[in-house]
């Protein structure tokens, strides 16, 4: 092993990939910092599993070498010297553990036969490795993260049908990224709570809670709430800053946008992201947040708007917290801009046990902002997220390759309107189908007002929802985020 002390394990500031400490871009591997990340997860984890102190991790130090210790039978010969390099100072995992929620053991193998489009230009080596594998209880199919042995880089299809997503290399080079930035963000998200440690599930909590070997998902954590609402203040100042001093409202600077009892009103569930995310924020002194959406600034207004708060819960929930509902958060500022209830929404909005669903398409539903609608009892799950619902459906130009996009770089495509500023299909550091998290789509409006794409007047950013539109008319990269988890 390359570290032999408990301060080796568990010291790894100046591994992780930053703004100010990159990950390496000359081509090669940086295999003794990717060892150490990958050993300060299962050193964690490991701690927390079976309730261990700092001072006993050296016990993982004594675990057999992974190459000596392989039962798969591929041969080492067909790796890349740094690969083994890395593989030589890494501690494999146990089976009961796993390396984050999303992929398990070290399972090393070649994918070759995977890459039709990206051909293998070595001799005696494989292109591509299966370095961890996807939890099988996942799905079925599963790949896991891959390496690229010439580039050097990786991507984490865990599925054979995620390949689409991330080949040919040369049109998703964004998604292929240095093995250091992959680990980095796996442990950010356990930093932040996102995911955690655990002790083994009883049957009972089995039934709720989503757990993939020793890590499991939670449906949002207290830093996610720190985050956005940060995000968010950030963006009233940025707004704030570029109007005249006697047009910002009179609003109390430090006065939060709720109180717990407006919320009550509004049957926003007692303990959830959106509640704790709506009484931190501070009052905006402006009306305008984004071209056509309104700040909330009537607590009967916006009460009045929720259409999937305080609706009857199904029989099924094991709990009153179990369904979390979406949220209207800002609203089209013009009333008349609304969408028929149709199946786009019924599939986003409504689980399929929730029946009879009390909406049909000759109800008319608000658009705006909306929060991400979740059971937490399911995996993968972005409480944190949200839904931009427009009056309008994308629609690129037949042919178009200039339409919106997702931040995976798939277009967005024909008759959806609540893809905008999505992830799409492929996440960069695993999973699936979860909402892009609000703290994003915050920083990235506040982007657009700093760089002039969105001007602010009187009341705040001026336009009309119809602005959204452009993402298909050229300026998609306007309304795109980039690859994140």
């Given at each position: ?28 591997l940086?295999?003794?910092r ?17 309730e ?24 080492p ?13 890494v ?11 999303f ?32 939890y ?37 080079e ?14 950010h ?27 499991r ?8 709430v ?6 968010m ?24 946008l ?31 947040i ?9 607590a009967?207004?916006?009460s ?19 369904y ?10 013009d ?35 909306y ?14 997220g ?60 506040r982007?657009?007002?700093e ?5 602010v007047g ?22 795109w ?5």
């Open positions: 092993m390359s570290y032999t002390s408990s301060e080796g394990l568990l010291d790894i500031e100046a591994a992780l990939v930053s703004p100010s400490n990159p990950a390496r871009a000359d081509g090669t940086d295999y003794e990717c060892a150490r990340l990958h050993n300060y997860l299962i050193a964690y984890g490991w701690m927390v599993r079976h261990k102190g700092p001072h006993e991790v050296d016990e993982l130090l004594h675990r057999p070498n992974f190459l000596d210790n392989s039962q798969s039978g591929y041969s010969d067909r790796l890349h010297p740094a690969v083994i390099a890395f593989l030589n100072a501690i494999p995992p146990k089976g009961d553990e796993g390396i984050c929620y992929v398990g053991d070290l399972a090393v193998q070649s994918a070759d036969e995977y890459f039709i489009h990206d051909k293998n230009h070595f001799e005696n080596i494989d292109r591509f490795v299966i370095i961890y594998r996807t099988y209880e996942l799905g079925s199919q599963c790949l896991g993260l891959v390496y690229d042995q010439e580039l050097h880089r990786a991507a984490v299809p865990l599925f054979i049908g995620s390949l689409d997503s991330v080949e040919p290399i040369v049109d998703h964004d998604l292929w990224m240095p093995l250091e930035t992959i680990l980095t963000n796996w442990i998200m356990v930093r932040i709570g996102k995911v955690t440690a655990c002790l083994p599930l009883d049957e009972e909590e089995s039934e709720e809670m989503s757990q993939n070997g020793m890590w998902w939670q449906s949002y954590s207290p830093t996610q720190d985050t956005a609402v940060a995000a203040n950030r963006l009233s100042d940025s707004i704030e800053v570029r109007m005249s001093p006697e047009s910002l409202s009179s609003a109390h600077r430090d006065k939060p709720f109180t717990d009892e407006e919320l009550d009103v509004a049957s926003i569930p007692k303990s959830c992201f959106i509640r704790s995310f709506l009484t931190r924020i501070r009052t905006p002194h402006f009306k305008y984004a071209p056509g959406l309104e700040v909330p600034h009537d009967a207004a916006f009045a708007r929720q259409r999937f708060t305080g609706l009857s819960r199904s029989p099924d929930d094991a709990s009153e917290d179990q979390i509902p979406a949220v209207l958060i800002f609203a089209s500022a009333s008349t801009r609304t969408l028929s209830f149709n199946d786009e929404l019924k599939s986003l909005f409504f689980r399929l046990g929730d029946d009879p669903v009390p909406y049909s398409e000759r109800d008319a539903i608000p658009v705006g902002l929060s991400e609608p979740v059971d937490r009892t399911w995996g993968n799950i972005a409480e944190e949200f839904r931009l619902v427009l009056p309008f459906h994308q629609q690129p130009g037949r042919g178009s390759n200039v339409g919106a996009r997702h931040s995976d770089g798939s277009l967005i495509g024909r008759q959806t309107f609540t893809r905008l500023f999505q992830h799409g299909i492929y996440y960069p550091f695993g999973g699936e189908h979860r909402a892009q998290r609000l703290e994003r789509l915050l920083d990235r409006w982007e657009l007002v760089n002039g794409q969105w001007t009187r009341d705040g950013v001026e336009g009309i929802i119809d602005t959204f539109r452009d993402a298909d008319r050229g300026a998609w990269r306007d309304y985020i980039p690859p994140g988890w």
